[in-house]
């Protein structure tokens, strides 16, 4: 039995590479408005990670043209696809993920550095302190949001998927395929 082929995927018509940042964006914007108007596209992305919000924010503009133009949008994880690169992968219904041999996922937890000066009337303290408490609560109800997006379909299931998050779970192409994250390796 033959390897299913996809010959789609051998001239992206964007790709990215680098930081998940706002110049990715910039060159993410650029690239779709160069893209045909019609078909299907798809987008290779290698990053070693970079800000979340901007992998959702490139994800919400992939969501928007599905929905209004009915397009077909596949992924290709090249290499690395990490932290951020996953976030963005996420938007991509599994049967639209593909991965090249010998790339890499990388999930893991959202963190955070914040030092809380309290200081001032104690009414405001405690105010500083609530406010700091919400930003926690509400980054956690994203990346949990994210992780359902990225277990959708799959074998993985989300409570194992948090588990492993902590620790930096790295996932090797053939692995993911087997996990169903992805649809095929090629």
């Not at 074998?155 to 090797?172: G, T």
Request: net charge negative; with cysteine.
């Amino acid at each position: 039995m033959s390897q299913p082929r996809y010959p789609l995927l051998a001239n992206p018509h964007i790709r990215l590479s680098g930081p998940v940042d706002q110049m990715m964006y910039a060159s993410f914007r650029q690239q779709l408005e160069q893209c045909p108007g019609e078909g299907t596209l798809v987008i290779a992305l290698t990053t070693l990670g970079g800000d979340p919000e901007v992998a959702r924010t490139m994800a919400d503009d992939i969501r928007l043209l599905e929905d209004h133009d009915g397009r077909e949008i596949l992924f290709l994880g090249k290499v690395a696809v990490y932290s951020a690169g996953a976030t963005f992968m996420a938007a991509f219904p599994v049967n639209r993920r593909f991965l090249t041999r010998h790339t890499r996922l990388m999930i893991h937890e959202r963190t955070i550095t914040k030092t809380l000066n309290l200081n001032g009337p104690l009414r405001m303290v405690v105010a500083s302190i609530k406010a700091a408490l919400h930003e926690v609560e509400h980054s956690i109800l994203i990346e949990e949001e994210g992780f359902r997006d990225i277990v959708t379909g799959s074998r993985v299931d989300f409570e194992e998927l948090r588990e492993k998050a902590p620790s930096n779970w790295y996932i090797e192409a053939e692995e993911a395929r087997s996990l169903g994250l992805v649809l095929d390796v090629i």
